[in-house]
C-alpha cells in the first residue's frame, strides 16, 4: 500500500499549475494563479521555483492556521475537516 502525504501532494500538483515569467534584467517570476498572492522572484529559473515552494508552503500553513478556505487543487481538498480525532499538543 502507498503511503500518501496530502500536503506533498498538494503542493507537487499546484507547482504544476506554475506560470513562469522571464523578466527584462533576466531575472525570473514565478506564480501559481490558483493561489493568490503567491509570488516569487529568482536570478535563474531554478532558484525562482524554490522560492516559490517555500512561499506556496508558507502560504499553505498560514491559511491551514488563520481557517482561511484554500483552492482545491488536484481533487486535494485542505478545507475539510479531518477524518480522525485531532491530536493534542503536548
Not at 26 to 54: D, H, K, M, Q, W
Not at 61 to 73: A, Q
Request: glycine fraction near 8%.
Amino acid at each position: 500500500m502507498a503511503k500518501q502525504f496530502i500536503l506533498t501532494d498538494f503542493v507537487k500538483c499546484a507547482l504544476e499549475k506554475a506560470v513562469y515569467d522571464k523578466l527584462e534584467d533576466g531575472t525570473y517570476c514565478g506564480r501559481i494563479p490558483l493561489c493568490p498572492g503567491v509570488i516569487a522572484f529568482g536570478t535563474n529559473l531554478t532558484r525562482c521555483e524554490n522560492e516559490l515552494r517555500s512561499t506556496l508552503e508558507d502560504w499553505i500553513l498560514v491559511g491551514l492556521k488563520l481557517g482561511h478556505t484554500l483552492p482545491v487543487i488536484g481533487n486535494i481538498d485542505l478545507n475539510r475537516e479531518p477524518d480522525s480525532e485531532p491530536v493534542k499538543a503536548v
